[in-house]
């Protein structure tokens, strides 16, 4: 990930308006419970990674974007976070972490999975868990990203908003768009975005090699994995 387009102060604001608590984040939470020490790769704003905080428990929020985690350090209850600015070669192998999750789809802006799960792996002790979501290729949701079925009007809190995408190519699994976002003054800020679409097949293999098993694939955060699922939810065990 790169600080765009989450180096704009403005859409940073946005963020937990377009991102709120649901069915993610509860889904994380409930893999935290007994754990005494989680790491949240890619927080962003740190609204989940805040509410992983309970007694006993060590916290730690990792992200690469600056302007996001200066929000997070601000928001309330960010003191009892360790916050960390960086990518996951920031990430300490430490190898006594219960759970790393990785939320808001954030492995796909990394073209190296299979070196960023060899990472987290090293925070992980013998049986931790690493969890995280990624949106199944089969589902081509870049399909739809054009300006014509993603164009929508809203007020926000920093003013009437247009957005829509433009999608730029989509090969071989990566996919590029814009993300056309025109503010009250007529200003157009256009954020350029790549994301890796994986198969499940090639995510899997990639957590065996970076040491991890019993490696579970669902189709949602209650759904069994088909052929029409639209998110992949992993779940792996380091062995």
Not at 116 to 141: D, H, K, Q
Not at 167 to 175: H, M, P, S
Request: aromatic residues 8%; contains cysteine; negative net charge.
């Amino acid at each position: 990930m790169t600080d765009d387009p989450y180096g704009d102060e403005q859409l940073v604001e946005l963020y937990d308006l377009d991102n709120p608590d649901g069915d993610d984040h509860a889904y994380y939470r409930a893999l935290a419970a007994g754990a005494r020490k989680v790491l949240d790769f890619g927080c962003g704003t740190g609204l989940l990674t805040r509410s992983l905080v309970a007694p006993g428990r060590a916290v730690i929020g990792v992200d690469p974007s600056p302007t996001m985690l200066d929000y997070a350090r601000r928001q309330p209850g960010a003191d009892a976070v360790t916050w960390i600015d960086g990518d996951f070669r920031a990430v300490e192998p430490t190898g006594d972490a219960d759970l790393v999750i990785s939320a808001g789809n954030t492995i796909m802006h990394l073209g190296n999975q299979a070196e960023v799960f060899t990472a987290l792996a090293g925070v992980l002790r013998p049986g931790g868990i690493i969890s995280f979501e990624s949106r199944n290729p089969a589902a081509r949701a870049w399909d739809q990203w054009t300006r014509d079925t993603t164009y929508g009007e809203r007020d926000t809190p920093v003013g009437h908003l247009v957005e829509w995408i433009d999608l730029i190519d989509a090969t071989d699994g990566q996919v590029i768009f814009d993300a056309h976002n025109v503010f009250p003054d007529g200003h157009d800020a256009i954020y350029r975005t790549t994301l890796h679409f994986r198969s499940p097949d090639a995510i899997t293999a990639d957590l065996h090699a970076a040491g991890f098993t019993d490696i579970v694939v669902r189709g949602g955060w209650h759904e069994p994995l088909t052929d029409d699922s639209r998110l992949l939810v992993f779940h792996a065990t380091r062995s």
